[in-house]
């Protein structure tokens, strides 16, 4: 048996949260520091994603939940819409090659858009409706999102405290397999594919040279903000080569 320790009105409060019988909950501890770092970790934020690196939950707009954030980047004419062509662009301008962002625009509009559309007519031309976005969150994820797109901080922290073996603040390779793995449900076909595409295309793209993602980089993955970021990068990148050329 494990038993954590945690306070709540300055006593400490012994919490249960793995037995031998059961190998699986010793291996995969949930994240009960956070509320350490995080007041009321459990409670979901609509807006900003505290986290134990950035408790504050960083600078983000006051009127878009956080799954609207993480769509904002695509969205380059912030119509509320963002059609085939954006994401494909979108995934260019943060270093994806052709044959990842055209796979993307695929799997992104043909799985998402139905769902966001205003009526129940389908969009012909595939449009994912930002202000419906809630409505694409699927099975077998994290639950970092919740079903209205706020973000719950202790779910977040929990795919690094169950899955960062090492504790080295973030998740190799194999690491983010075994967390999509594990929170695979079960008759949820269209939800492990979703989550593997969503984790590793993160994890090619925003890794370190480590070859280690960071649990920061996700919270601003999640945000939207490592899109921003990595676009201005590169576009910089670029204008130093043609100087130098």
Partial sequence: MVAQTTQMNGKDHHIVTGIKEVPVTLDRPPAVYLEKHVKNPGVSRVNCCP???????????????????????????????????????????????????????????????????????????FGIYTDKIHRTKHGSDSETYDTEGRFNPMAFENQFAKYDQDNKGGLTLKEVWNLTEGNRNIMDPTGWVAEKMEWLVTYYLFADDDKVLRRETTRKV????????????????????????
């Avoid at 990842?100 to 139905?114: D, E, R």
């Fill in 222 to 245: 999640i945000d939207g903000s490592a899109f921003f970021e990595k676009a201005k990068q590169l576009e910089q990148r670029k204008r130093g080569a043609k100087k130098m050329a």
């Fill in 51 to 125: 986290t134990v690196d950035t408790p504050d939950g960083g600078d983000n707009p006051s009127n878009r939940t956080v799954l609207q954030q993480h769509c904002d980047f695509w969205d380059e004419d912030k119509d509320g819409i963002i059609y085939p062509l954006d994401t494909y662009r979108g995934f260019r301008r943060i270093g994806a090659p052709v044959w990842m962002s055209f796979l993307a625009m695929f799997f992104v509009h043909g799985t998402f858009s139905y769902w966001t559309c205003p009526t129940w007519i389908p969009d012909p031309s």
